[in-house]
Nanobody, 121 residues
Framework: QVQLVESGGGLVQAGGSLRLSCLASGSIFSINTMGWYRQAPGKQRELVAATTSSGRITYVDSVKGRFTISRDNAKNTVYLQMNSLKPEDTAVYYC???????????????WGQGTLVTVSS
């Protein structure tokens, strides 16, 4: 089994910053892509940013230049530094990983429980 535990969400004023962290724990052999998704009320879940184990990074256009994803492979941890936050960034942010772990027989997608980010105007 693998668990993803997010932290770092909260309430911040527009223009402020937050840093999200996600730790993957369990009997993990390897993790390929790790990333962050978000879901705002009444909207579909969307990819915010993702990074592969080789360092390839993808961002949704709306966060480019404001958010930075980083990863510590040795710690199975991914971070999302969010700067210049806007009210439209308000959402539940979910950590996601493609993990190969004991009992998985290959890479499987794993989700965290989500952390709420609220940006006030």
């Amino acid at each position: 089994q693998v668990q993803l535990v997010e932290s770092g969400g909260g309430l911040v004023q527009a223009g402020g910053s937050l840093r999200l962290s996600c730790l993957a724990s369990g009997s993990i052999f390897s993790i390929n892509t790790m990333g962050w998704y978000r879901q705002a009320p009444g909207k579909q879940r969307e990819l915010v940013a993702a990074t592969t184990s080789s360092g390839r990074i993808t961002y949704v256009d709306s966060v480019k230049g404001r958010f930075t994803i980083s990863r510590d492979n040795a710690k199975n941890t991914v971070y999302l530094q969010m700067n210049s936050l806007k009210p439209e960034d308000t959402a539940v942010y979910y950590c996601n990983a493609d993990a190969y772990y004991s009992g998985s027989f290959g890479y499987l997608e794993v989700w965290g429980q989500g952390t709420l980010v609220t940006v006030s105007s």
